[in-house]
């Protein structure tokens, strides 16, 4: 396909690599700040323009890759000629590409984006479009770049945001929560590190319920009361050690 | 070392497996239950007993790695001679082996230990001794089934202990609450497992606070109140988004 990357971000970045790595070409990068524009255009073989009314009219795709609030104004001012185009958001409706074109749809990256990081992880795709043959299209562009794709229309791809957010924003919360802790108590965070990891990487062969350990599935109250103790001068991570307690105890049975 | 395993849980047995493996000798297994004992001894090429008063006395390590509320019970009847004892507990102190040897201290693994998983992880270990020299004793024989080891004390123990409760026990009920959601709402869970390992992974090389991504962060109300009109209908994990919601709020800046 012949691409046209609207937007400079972490996700217009890494998609861009992505689709240039699976042999689309990137013809042109939108970007309102000239220089991000250049910039990523220059790293992804592009052209740029930074005037949404001088992109490219000959692409085959128009990927709209900006923050949330911004794709509305982009597609009302992005003219393609009824080419199709797409949106990248997991929690904003593909209709808010309506005005802009005949042909749209939704190509969601569910994964956690962020172009410092060296290595690339695996990206899962949820597409949707306008039409049967948007969708087709879309699901088969989305297979040229990652092989965990997956059709979901507007609720759906938002209840999996949701589902995203809780166990990859605020997982990671739980990591910094932990890190600062460690860091007042002087102890060692690292040495954390392969658990988290084991954590995570069971997940791909068991059920999580069916791997819970710790304390609070087996009830033990001892040790409880000697977290809670170590809290006390953490009152934030006393509400959360509790709220966690509480809800393992609720999952699994208050017995 | 000759070593005696005193149980047959998780923690005995995959120990075992290492301290097999490192090439020291399991010369007996103590269980409770008979038929336990004779299991764990048979994988682990050892004899077994299910008394107590019948533990081999010539052995160099006497290993405790049964329940935290057993540990001072089983220390009242040991009888070593006075030889290293040692406790796998995060949060039990050191002291409760004191009745039953002159030379104890603790081997705490730092992971979730559950012998169903097929890929044994990498096992950081928390060691402490009674004396001087049994520390040093324990931190070398720890060194042997493991490169991560950390000397620590009862107090940096337990505050480890609870550290790996919220980044294991909480991140993993973080991941059975999703999929539970997914479960009722009909998306599939899976979709999420790149996302999450990538979020663990990308902790090796990054501080968990500097790449915290999410609604919250870029304090995203309009995605935020999308995600709580889908929660109206899951009141537990609306309370759980609400408070993530505001401690990452909390913790960047609430502007």
Redesign the interface.
């Known amino acids: 396909m012949r691409i046209v990357i609207i937007g400079t971000g972490n996700v217009a970045t890494i998609l861009g690599k992505r689709f240039l790595a699976a042999e689309h070409e990137i013809i042109q990068v939108y970007g309102r700040d000239r220089l991000h524009a250049e910039e990523l255009a220059d790293m992804l073989s592009a052209s740029f323009t930074h005037d949404l009314k001088h992109t490219d009219p000959s692409a085959d795709l128009y990927v709209i890759a900006v923050s ?2 911004a794709i509305a104004a982009v597609a009302a001012e992005l003219q393609v000629n009824n080419k199709l185009v797409v949106h990248t958001a997991g ?1 904003v409706s593909k209709d808010v590409l309506s005005s802009c074109s005949k042909n749209y749809g939704v190509l969601y990256p ?3 984006l ?1 172009s410092e ?3 690339l ?4 795709f ?1 597409v949707d479009g306008n039409t049967e043959d948007d969708l087709t299209l879309i699901t088969e562009f989305a297979g040229t770049v990652s092989n ?1 794709v ?1 059709q ?1 229309n507007d609720e ?1 791809r ?25 860091l007042q ?1 002087q ?3 690292t ?19 069916a ?7 087996r009830n ?1 109250q ?2 409880i009361q ?2 809670l103790e ?2 006390q001068t953490h009152p ?2 006393k ?3 509790t ?2 307690t509480d ?2 105890r ?2 699994y049975g208050e017995s």
Chains 1, 2 share one sequence.
Do not use: W
């Open positions: 949330d609030s929690a569910l994964q956690s962020r990081l060296n290595e992880p695996d990206i899962p949820l965990q997956q979901a759906q938002l209840k999996l945001h949701l589902a995203a957010v809780m166990v990859s924003n605020f997982t990671n919360h739980l990591y910094a929560l932990a890190k600062a802790y460690c108590e102890v060692d965070f040495m954390l590190l392969p658990l988290i990891t084991a954590v995570a990487d069971r997940l791909h062969e068991h059920e999580p319920a791997v819970q350990t710790g304390p609070a599935i033990d001892a040790t000697k977290h170590l809290l934030s991570l509400v959360m050690y709220l966690f809800s393992i609720k999952m």
